[in-house]
């Protein structure tokens, strides 16, 4: 289990560099001015909004700061104040560019600190505080140190719903005859009264006649040439809380690794951390300031949710209560140290979560910037004490204890692989999306000409490579479950000459390839037979100067027909050497937009008075204008094939849809519809 965890941090590690030499801090401060970000609730935890910089006062090292500016952030309402409106289903390309509204909550459970079979409540809580949030708002959530089920940050609530159903506790740790992580504290410290506990809990009345009871490994640690009791067990201890410490360690770094890669993130972000306590250890301390200076300085706040069991569950054939004492103490203590340095807040949770998540979700309706003068002796780097409060009856202030002048990227432990393939997956294994290079993916269902209902998904995604040779690429699409039904992956996705990639062309297999595009763009082209059904795709690509990027798109499968006739999807592309190849979206600066549609018929009789028109519609379903198209034969006489290149370069830029409409002989229609962003 802890070599798991070591590889899930390698992962975090290695996306999370990436993330930050991506992307600076959406705030920028005049090299004269420091900002730090403070929130102020009330005793409901809602945000207090009105406040101006004279009420706030700001103390560093002591010293009182003249404050410039206090303004106030304002966030998206939720759900719990507007219903939700309706998903669009008119299908759309996913970037990983594209600006984002909304919050963004990132649920990370350590299912190695939640006793086995246990946190089931709590978690299934989430389900239901998943329903309250608006619908901008992003949803992810990792389990550690496993690193699976993950859900990568989503609106698609039903994704993490699925996954949560899948979480419980795995410890099997503080049970039993074994040494508890507050008992090995108190003992490490050579406290007799905590190892006169143990050992009356686990009916060893001394240390003359042996320690019975124990595992073998605790027992070959006892020192049989000990003087005293204290000085035999102590060993035992160590042993206990170094393991504590590494898997500790490994935890803090993959915190501050999630942390560093949501900096590049809009808008505001919150790691809601599920635990039954993290210990509270000197050792600790550097980890703790790196996890503090990368939540700082991507703006991110910590909440941690304590899971807690009541001593009446754990009592059974060793008297636990003095045991869970010393636990609870020891290991809050760590958990409240962390949330204060991340500006967040630590509750306890004894079964249902609800009511600590809603406040959660109040104290998110905003933060304030504020802005005070830097002391010209202060040098770039260097970490202050700060202290933040506010003349506001009732105020509750939730602010950092450190802030650092001008901070420097955090620097990460090594990342575990440069080879080509593992980065790959690496970043598949990333919770967030890596955006070093741009890119962009759509998805488009055709009949499938082989089943009477089958359909064909053809993935097209763009890579704003700068011209640079795409060295690997691969992706993996789920199911509403989270289950991976299907992965490709290219070690050498060398640029190859344009296909005859024509939509619905069948492939023996998933495949994956690269054609080069007008300015610095490729294009990547793959095909697979999916059941009906709705599912996720997540595509990572990395160039050949090492640069990466990954994107996750959801997307719907389900046969579109009427009578004898079935019709794909609009297909949205470009005009390539070898005919029409299909593209995410419209190329940027392109006056012209090549459309393709392809329509099936049970037999080719079906397809003789079938007739299809091509609608150009603006952001307001008002219609620009129509276009009848030809359908073409092809070699299969039940299949046709249309297309068209409309002329879009007088449109301003925003969001168009275009759609194919199917006329029958017997008069019924069909429509298909496909949003482009004109650029």
Request: contains cysteine; neutral net charge.
């Amino acid at each position: 289990m802890r070599v798991v965890l070591h590889l899930f941090v390698g992962v975090l590690t290695l996306t999370a560099l990436s993330a930050q030499q991506a992307q600076q801090p959406v705030f920028r401060s005049r090299v004269d001015l420091v900002a730090v970000d403070v929130a102020v609730v009330d005793k409901d935890g809602k945000a207090v909004t009105v406040l101006a910089p004279g009420d706030f006062t700001v103390t560093t090292n002591g010293q009182q700061r003249k404050i410039v500016s206090a303004d106030f952030v304002s966030l998206a309402t939720t759900a719990t104040a507007t219903k939700p409106a309706p998903r669009s289903e008119v299908p759309r390309p996913t970037s990983n560019s594209a600006p984002t509204a909304g919050r963004s909550f990132l649920f990370v459970v350590d299912v190695e600190h939640i006793a086995a079979g246990g946190g089931r409540t709590a978690i299934e809580s989430i389900s239901r505080y998943l329903d309250k949030l608006a619908p901008e708002d992003r949803v992810g959530l990792v389990v550690l140190p496993f690193g699976a089920p993950r859900v990568d940050l989503t609106t698609n609530r039903s994704l993490v719903k699925a996954a949560a159903t899948r979480i419980i506790g795995t410890s099997t740790r503080n049970r039993g005859a074994s040494m508890t992580v507050g008992e090995a504290a108190a003992i490490e410290q050579f406290d007799r009264l905590a190892l006169a506990g143990y050992l009356e809990r686990t009916r060893n009345y001394g240390c003359d006649s042996g320690i019975e009871f124990m595992d073998p490994e605790s027992s070959a640690r006892v020192d049989k040439t000990a003087k005293s009791c204290i000085m035999a067990m102590q060993p035992v201890a160590v042993a206990v809380m170094e393991r504590e410490r590494r898997e500790s360690v490994m935890l803090l770094d993959s915190l501050t690794a999630l942390a560093v890669g949501m900096e590049s993130i809009d808008g505001p972000k919150s790691i809601v951390f599920l635990s039954e306590g993290l210990i509270s250890d000197v050792n600790l301390t550097s980890d703790v300031r790196r996890f503090a200076m990368a939540a700082e300085r991507a703006r991110v706040s910590l909440y941690a949710l304590n899971l807690t069991t009541p001593i009446s569950d754990v009592a059974g054939e060793y008297n636990m209560t003095q045991a869970r004492v010393l636990d609870a103490q020891y290991q809050l203590d760590g958990l409240s140290t962390l949330v204060v340095a991340a500006r967040g807040e630590l509750f306890t949770v004894s079964g249902d979560a609800a009511r600590h998540l809603a406040r959660i979700d109040a104290e998110n309706a905003g933060y304030y910037l504020i802005a005070f003068e830097r002391d010209p002796a202060e040098k770039d780097g260097e970490r202050r004490r700060v202290r933040v409060s506010v003349n506001w009856p009732g105020a509750v202030v939730r602010a950092r204890n450190d802030f650092t002048i001008n901070p420097r990227p955090i620097a990460l432990r090594p990342a575990s692989s440069r080879d080509p393939k593992t980065a790959i997956a690496e970043v598949l294994a990333w919770p967030l999306a890596t955006t070093e290079m741009g890119v962009e993916i759509a998805t488009y269902a055709t009949p499938d000409l082989g089943a009477p209902e089958g359909v064909k998904t053809i993935l097209a995604g763009s890579l704003a490579s700068a011209g640079q040779a795409i060295a690997t690429l691969g992706y993996e699409i789920t199911d509403s479950t989270g289950t991976v039904v299907l992965s490709a992956f290219e070690p050498d996705a060398s640029t190859a000459p344009a296909p005859a990639a024509q939509p619905g062309a069948a492939l023996e297999r998933p495949s994956v390839r690269t054609v080069p595009t007008a300015g610095d763009r490729q294009l990547f082209l793959a095909a697979a037979s999916l059941p009906a059904g709705r599912y996720q795709v997540k595509l990572a690509a990395m160039a050949t100067d090492g640069r990466r990027g990954s994107v996750e798109h959801a997307f719907t499968v389900a046969s579109s027909r009427s009578g004898a006739l079935r019709m794909s999807d609009v297909f949205i592309g470009q005009i390539a050497p070898s005919g029409f190849v299909p593209s995410p979206t419209q190329l940027p600066g392109s006056n012209t937009l090549p459309v393709s549609v392809e329509l099936y018929g049970d037999t080719p009789e079906a397809l003789s008075s079938a007739t299809v028109t091509l609608e150009l519609i603006g952001a307001n379903a008002d219609p620009i204008a129509t276009v009848p198209l030809t359908l073409r034969e092809s070699i299969d006489a039940r299949r046709r094939l249309a297309t068209a290149t409309l002329a879009v370069g007088g449109l301003p830029t925003g969001d168009y849809s275009v759609a194919a409409v199917l006329h029958t002989a017997a008069g019924a229609e069909l429509r298909q519809t496909r949003i482009f962003t004109k650029r």
